[in-house]
């Protein structure tokens, strides 16, 4: 889709032994009709579009709030985009831009990952600077397995007083504002712990269950069908070796292993946790995590 979205504004594209070959004189601007609400089609759209002669309209886009939040940036630095957050954008191309100073959203999945922190720990943990809005599934599955959430302007408090949650029902990933599925893989991880069975249905990727064989290495009670996660939840999880196979997933297993009774090493750490979330381990750690990276 991101590529074929960039040919329909007029870029030459040519693909050849894992490489991709862009070239262009100008981009016209065009309608786009995407087959799936692609946040990253989206965006590369916009981007393209913004400085392109005529008018651009993307249909089918996404609606996730940083699409919103590109709007708002671009449109400070002087586009016309109208229709963020909605089925339909229209982008008019301009020729100047501005400099100009930003301030991104909170990072809504590091939120989602914190708060499934404090309900895999039993903990009680306070998020600031957030937009409820952004995580209101997040909050809706969390209050389902039995956490207290309370939510004030820009921040909530999270806790887990009973210790051990119930199950949640169905997950079932979507775009947004559906539930996101790059919060799938961390509330795997709290509900391995629940009381009952917990069921996942990914609709977004397929493949994102690569967390399930190394939380059971931890003890977890995870069945695969396809697009379809079964969890029985256990008593405990205990500490082993496992291996970050991805983003998201590698973020499960830490909470995991804050959880778990011993001590849990997570390899590839690096690679694939380093890419969305910011020393993580050091902010874990202020709020009461025994964590620490180490050289192996």
């Known amino acids: 889709m991101h590529l074929a979205g960039l040919k329909r504004l007029g870029a030459h594209i040519t693909e050849s032994h894992g490489y991709i070959y862009c070239e262009c004189s100008k981009l016209i601007g065009t309608e786009i009709h995407l087959d799936y609400p692609s946040v990253g089609a989206t965006e590369n759209i916009m981007l393209a579009s913004v400085a392109a002669k005529g008018t651009t309209i993307i249909y089918n886009a996404a609606k996730e709030p940083e699409i919103t939040d590109l709007q708002d940036f671009l449109n400070k630095m002087g586009s016309k985009i109208t229709g963020a957050g909605t089925s339909t954008i229209r982008i008019d191309g301009v020729s100047n831009f501005?400099?100009?100073?930003?301030?991104?959203?909170?990072?809504?999945?590091?939120?989602?990952?914190?708060?499934s922190a404090a309900a895999i720990t039993g903990g009680d943990l306070v998020i600031d600077d957030i937009d409820n809005q952004h995580v209101r599934p997040i909050i809706a599955k969390l209050a389902e397995s039995g956490c207290i959430i309370k939510e004030y302007e820009n921040k909530l408090h999270i806790s887990n007083p009973s210790k051990r949650l119930k199950a949640i029902e169905v997950i079932k990933t979507l775009p947004y504002p559906g539930f996101p599925t790059d919060m799938q893989a961390q509330m795997m991880s709290v509900t391995t712990l629940a009381k009952g069975t917990s069921v996942f249905i990914e609709t977004v990727f397929e493949s994102r269950y690569k967390q399930a064989e190394e939380l059971i290495k931890m003890g977890a009670n995870i069945?695969?069908?396809?697009?379809?996660?079964?969890?029985?939840?256990?008593?405990?999880?205990?500490?082993?070796?496992?291996?970050?196979?991805?983003?998201?997933?590698?973020?499960?297993?830490?909470?995991?292993?804050?959880?778990?009774?011993?001590?849990?090493?997570?390899?590839?750490?690096?690679?694939?946790?380093?890419?969305?979330?910011?020393?993580?381990?050091?902010?874990?750690?202020?709020?009461?995590?025994?964590?620490?990276?180490?050289?192996v």
């Open 98 to 115: 501005n400099d100009v100073e930003h301030k991104i959203i909170a990072d809504r999945i590091v939120a989602g990952t914190f708060m």
């Open 223 to 295: 069945r695969i069908d396809g697009r379809t996660a079964v969890i029985k939840g256990v008593k405990k999880l205990t500490g082993a070796r496992v291996v970050a196979r991805d983003l998201r997933g590698g973020a499960a297993l830490v909470l995991a292993g804050l959880a778990a009774e011993g001590t849990t090493i997570i390899d590839n750490i690096k690679t694939h946790v380093d890419r969305g979330y910011d020393r993580l381990e050091i902010k874990l750690k202020k709020i009461g995590a025994d964590i620490q990276r180490v050289s």
